[in-house]
């Protein structure tokens, strides 16, 4: 009850509500109007300046979207003059209308997007207009009595079709756009043919403002300060290795080292959480002309795929967690035993995840990766060496007539104790193996990009990295803003 | 380059692809047209029958997928009769169009997402024309010099605002589709004013019109086989719990009797990836009015809550499959010594979560958690007790004359060997931890939705459980198809 009070205060409208108990009605109606409606503005005022606070956050942390915002803007201002200039509107009529509403619905944050929905909305009206124009032609010629009959079920079937491919996922992926405007375009079209007999000029009127509309949309988005879906991608995936090698050097820093306080420790749930934005970002891209290093035919659909891989490893990052906060903890002398070799481990894990991550930047095979698996490997076999050495000490060789302070050393470490070491060892070891399926991913990236020593050359002279660190680095103070909150 | 001729082929555009590799491009011209329009026409037969085996096997998995195609094709054809009957013809004219594309544009999946696009629509509307009737009377009192500029800075200004506003989360969520309405609105209506002098009678149609198409939707939405967002949610995530509890048990038997070949394994997969649904359902059903058992002002958003503590269980699980792949393998015996104690943490780690279903399911507390709790924290004791022991074994109490055959155990089992099966214990223990978060959310839920023995009896009336479950069932039966492929 006492909840639903402070709810209906906050919002100023408390005395429109229904509230079962009628003691607490009372209660309400006591404090006065003048007192409760001063509350409820100065509730709302507050929750009005936490709103705008949060917005000028988001316009700071990425300007990028406020430029987006001018450019929608922009662009209907000038579709706008479509209706301004009276030779236009006297060419495209009432019609005009189409461009607006094209704008309007197809502008996206990156030009793949936009590109997708707007070739989805020409090639969808197109298709729909023909096949509209053929049930309008038999509807005419089966007679007034048969007509309405026909476009009724072609309607019914087509639309009831077309909804139904929107669950394909290969559909959904690619023309999910432009299959809704099928069924808007063929409705539209084929009823309102049963009324207005110039058809074809309806049709040509539409497809005409259409692709105005689309035009502009694609141009503004692709010429006024650009983001791509590839290049947010790319971003996205490197940035997000950079955050897992970040995370991992950061645990076990911080597991040996408690009192090395870590900011990066969270980053890694970003990988968690991105899978979404990877696939879809992945998708738009793969309309997008070639632009910055990226060729048309770029292989986007192998970034997901490193995306998975890095996710594989997070899910074991994540389960590191449970030994730094577990209870038992080991005796300091035995993690001491054990810290160099594990540091060694995650500095050439993340050494690895760095270098994979420089790879993508640069676009060129790195010579050192193979040396640093190499070295990786040759790191856990070490540490795998350390838990043989370590396991000697629990079980000094035999019983030989061992000295009493071993012996009680020996006694004083029961498993239970050394479970959080061996289990945050034997996870470090897992993902060292899982970081084997990031190179393998990277390297298939490679060589179906072809990446090679030329590519860098070419790149140098964009050089969009630093732009992108920087923006991944605003990105990730967000995100440590985002989980600070949390 | 064999790659890229293979993919040529199957499209069958082979002939028009600039190949730059000279010799092939020879190569495949060598083949012949008939041959090579053959083949490509194979392919694309084949295509298509994949497809449509695909669409057919969507339709047969969830036929209400077929019953929501139905749904569209049914109120699409009702507001074409606005266009075929001529007395509402004459009332609503060309603007009867307005309730087509509202019809195709808001008709959703579930209830919910119709409800929330419909209501965005209506006032995202109404806002937008009262804004732009404002802008309009004072771009007319300015005369016909300044009246372009006030209606083109106005459109400017509040479409970038109005884009801005979609990324804020809380926008998002919420008004995402009525910000984008209104920029629609607000652009043709003070755009179309200035020509059209008929400005309130454009109101009024248009509203009435979308009033019209909207109510339709729905209406048919909601009594027509309707889908709740908030029954999805639900059956979603209870579902999930099924599946992380068959999967923890399959994993456990896995690791112990690796001969019971367990199908549910990967069911865990499910609950990894229904972030993003689960979010998007829980906003949806936030619109919904009251349905089944559950009321107007159910918290749905506790939901959510629930899944991610399930993900935090499930990240466990997928770093349990690393122990059971492991190269280093426990001595069976050692194994065996554990089992009794892991198989008994993990079925009443499992059969908590199957509880906390049910209660869910049921919307009823049930009085047997606090129990089986309790009996987890045992099992999990006496695993410890296990440990113990099992470390008593590798390190005899000191050095008495021991035998020979206990010295020679003691030695054959190295740390390095005991490690996967400690990990895969300690990775146990802290499943049951995180179980317990799982535990923590539900009793919010139960305790926020004052779940309770009298919802019981309510509930039974409909039953949707066992529909639910069937449901649940078949979608099981999709996932691991959609498992074993990949």
């Not at 060729?295 to 997070?314: D, E, N, V």
Request: contains cysteine; neutral net charge; glycine residues 6%.
């Amino acid at each position: 009850m006492a909840q639903e009070k402070k709810e209906t205060t906050s919002s100023g409208l408390e005395w429109s509500l229904n509230v079962e108990d009628g003691s607490s009605k009372i209660l309400v109606q006591e404090a006065g109007l003048a007192t409760r409606a001063w509350l409820g503005l100065k509730g709302l005022f507050l929750k009005v300046r936490k709103f705008l606070e949060k917005a000028y956050d988001i316009g700071v942390n990425d300007p990028r979207k406020v430029v987006h915002c001018l450019k929608v803007g922009m662009a209907l201002t000038i579709v706008s003059l479509f209706y301004y200039m009276r030779p236009l509107y006297e060419g495209i009529g009432g019609n005009a209308m189409w461009a607006i509403m094209t704008v309007v619905v197809v502008f996206e944050n990156t030009a793949g997007a936009t590109i997708s929905k707007s070739l989805n909305r020409v090639f969808g009206t197109c298709l729909a207009g023909l096949l509209a124009f053929g049930v309008h032609w038999l509807a005419c010629k089966s007679g007034e009595k048969f007509g309405p009959w026909i476009v009724g079920t072609s309607v019914f079937l087509l639309a009831s079709a077309a909804t139904f491919s929107r669950f394909i996922p290969s559909v959904k992926q690619l023309f999910d756009y432009g299959a809704m405007i099928f069924i808007l375009t063929f409705s539209l079209v084929a009823v309102s043919g049963y009324r207005v007999d110039q058809l074809f000029e309806l049709a040509y009127q539409r497809l005409s403002t259409i692709i105005i509309g689309t035009s502009l949309c694609i141009l503004v988005s692709m010429l006024i300060c650009p983001i791509w879906a590839g290049q947010e991608l790319y971003a996205l995936i490197t940035s997000n290795m950079d955050k897992l090698a970040n995370s991992l050097d950061g645990y076990v820093a911080e597991y040996f080292n408690p009192d090395d306080s870590n900011k990066n420790l969270l980053a890694y749930k970003c990988v968690l959480n991105s899978k979404a934005s990877e696939e879809s970002m992945a998708n738009f891209a793969r309309w997008e002309p070639a632009h910055g290093c990226f060729s048309f035919k770029h292989p986007w659909k192998q970034y997901p795929k490193i995306g998975a891989a890095m996710r594989s490893c997070a899910y074991c990052i994540e389960a590191l967690n449970s030994c730094i906060d577990s209870e038992n903890q080991a005796p300091e002398f035995i993690k001491k035993q054990l810290s160099t070799a594990c540091l060694r481990v995650s500095s050439n894990s993340s050494s690895i995840i760095r270098v994979l991550a420089e790879t993508i930047k640069a676009m060129k095979r790195s010579s050192k990766i193979e040396f640093l698996v190499e070295e990786m490997n040759g790191a856990v076999e070490e540490l795998q060496e350390a838990l043989k050495s370590l396991s000697e000490l629990s079980n000094p060789p035999a019983c030989k007539n061992t000295e009493t302070v071993s012996s009680a050393a020996m006694e004083t470490i029961p498993l239970m104790e050394v479970m959080p070491v061996v289990t945050f060892t034997s996870l470090l070891i897992e993902i060292s193996a899982r970081i084997k399926g990031i190179v393998k991913a990277v390297e298939e990236l490679a060589k179906v990009a072809a990446f090679k020593d030329a590519a860098q050359d070419k790149c140098k002279e964009n050089q969009p990295n630093n732009r992108l660190e920087q923006q991944g680095q605003t990105k990730d103070e967000e995100t440590m803003k985002v989980l600070q909150r949390v």
